[in-house]
């Protein structure tokens, strides 16, 4: 996939790229201290708009940003797919612990299993951490809105700090060698019982 650099200067990056009938166009813009990137499609014949957003602080970073998203993109079908799911989104939330400053909720998306987890603490503020499956990245406003809404966060008279977390099901498999022929089998991943 060939893109093409319009501009790339202290304040602003730009690329884009016509692939068949669909023109792709990435743009980090420097506002306020941070980096604001945007991953734009436009179907030639106007049918299909759909805007990627995300943040970083430097330009180093959104640079990383950018030379993943190029490699990563979405088909007409699957945009239709995101868009359908986004106005169907339905959680169901049940509580897996509870102490006095920490809870633990799991929640299943549209009926899915419940593999996605927020973790809570209480201390002069209310931190929340979401942890959900990387398919539903294109829904972390809905899905916040959702959790804010089923657990009543909006009725806290506290500070709020949410931060939101996706995961992917990977595995990596290590070899050490201790002796000669004694070799040790090491598996590091994280493992939600996921059928995908």
Known sequence: MMWSLLVDD?????????EHSMKI????????????????????DGKISFTEEYECRTKKEAKEIINKIKLEILTEEEINDIKQTSKDLTLSIRRVYKDSKFEK?????NKSDFNNYILVR?????????????????FEVEILDEINKILGVNDFDTDLVQNMFFFSKKSAFYTNAKEEDNLEKIEIGIDFNNDE
């Open 122 to 138: 209480y201390s002069d503020k209310l931190e929340m951490d979401i942890i959900a499956n990387e398919k539903y990245k294109y």
């Open 25 to 44: 166009r990435i743009e980090a813009r420097f506002n306020n201290q941070n980096w604001e990137i945007y991953k734009t499609y436009h179907s030639v």
């Open 105 to 109: 909720w799991s929640f299943s998306i």
């Open 10 to 18: 202290n304040e602003l990056i730009m690329l884009e790229n016509i």
